[in-house]
């Protein structure tokens, strides 16, 4: 299959590294990193080690081919900006696989793409930048896909099939926008205080005025959702969410790391979105409204 990887980050380019064992992949990103990779091929260290030749652009001026699988992994901020330069480099049968953090990217896609053509996903695999060209894999977590209408299509069922050939752990959703809920809940209480405290996922469990803390912010995030219509519990979402920081205890979290590295967070697509749909729903959003502001101090 001919794919498009658009964001090549940490998760972009492990995703990258493993189809391009058996499809054709070009990774789209920015320097040093592609311009390394160009150089010395793409390493993934850690709880995959690979390295590979992988063709890879800092412009898309220099895509040469139609793609039958673009999948955007470009932060949330950059969705739009990303879709409007992309547009005129894919076909009418083109799918977009939306691999991103955050509540609002199949709507930003979808100002500007035929929905029918999306297909969403979560993934709680773990990687950081070691250095330019080098990507640390720190977990191997799942990936889960779904059709915006929850069908079981056959074009899904073959993506599913794609990555599990490759390695990457996929599996089908019944209902992929709870799912991106659910994991936008999560992020929103673990990424923004591992953010203000400096610390490891793993700390906020071991501390226990953090976890009080942590578990202020999700019943919030969750009361959120439920005011939504999303059909979730707080008792389910919170032990998720331990779950989760149990998985990856020694990872830092992608919002601590683009402050240390001095990068925009995605605070406004996560905790932001929240606050913005709590507040049409007359829904409390104090909690999360401090985490932005704080977060947004750096």
């Known amino acids: 299959m001919n794919i498009i990887i658009f964001g090549a980050g940490a998760i972009g380019s492990i995703f990258g590294a493993m189809l391009s064992k058996k499809n054709n992949v070009l990774l ?9 990779i160009k150089k010395n091929g793409l390493k993934i260290q850690g709880k995959t080690n690979l390295n590979v030749k992988i063709r890879s652009e800092s412009s898309l001026k220099n895509i040469s081919f139609l793609p039958d699988l673009l999948i955007l992994t470009v932060k949330s901020y950059d969705t739009e900006k990303a879709i409007i330069q992309i547009k005129r480099k894919i076909s009418d049968d083109t799918i977009i696989l939306s691999l991103q953090n955050g509540l609002d990217n199949i709507e930003r896609i979808s100002k500007y793409i035929n929905s029918e053509k999306i297909i969403a996903g979560i993934t709680t695999q773990g990687a950081f930048f070691s250095k330019p060209g080098i990507i640390k894999h720190t977990g191997t977590g799942i990936t889960i896909i779904g059709e915006l209408n929850n069908k079981k299509t056959k074009r899904l069922e073959n993506i599913i099939n794609l990555f599990n050939r490759v390695g990457i752990e996929t599996i089908f959703s019944k209902d992929i926008l709870k799912d991106i809920w659910i994991k936008a809940i999560i992020n929103s209480s673990i990424n923004p205080l591992t953010t203000l405290f400096r610390c490891k996922n793993g700390y906020l469990i071991k501390n226990p005025i953090l976890e009080n803390l942590l578990e202020i912010v999700c019943e919030e995030s969750v009361n959120i959702a439920r005011a939504d219509g999303i059909n979730i519990t ?25 402050v240390i590295n001095e990068k925009k967070t995605e605070i406004d697509s996560i905790n932001g979105k929240l606050i913005e749909i709590g ?8 909690i999360n409204e401090i985490l932005v502001h704080s977060v947004k101090s750096f």
């Open 234 to 258: 707080f008792s389910d979402i919170f032990v998720k969410t331990k779950e989760v920081i149990k998985n990856t205890s020694e990872n830092y979290s992608s919002m601590l790391q683009s």
């Open 279 to 286: 507040r049409k729903l007359n829904v409390s959003t104090i």
């Open 28 to 36: 789209i990103g920015r320097n040093p990193h592609i311009s390394a």
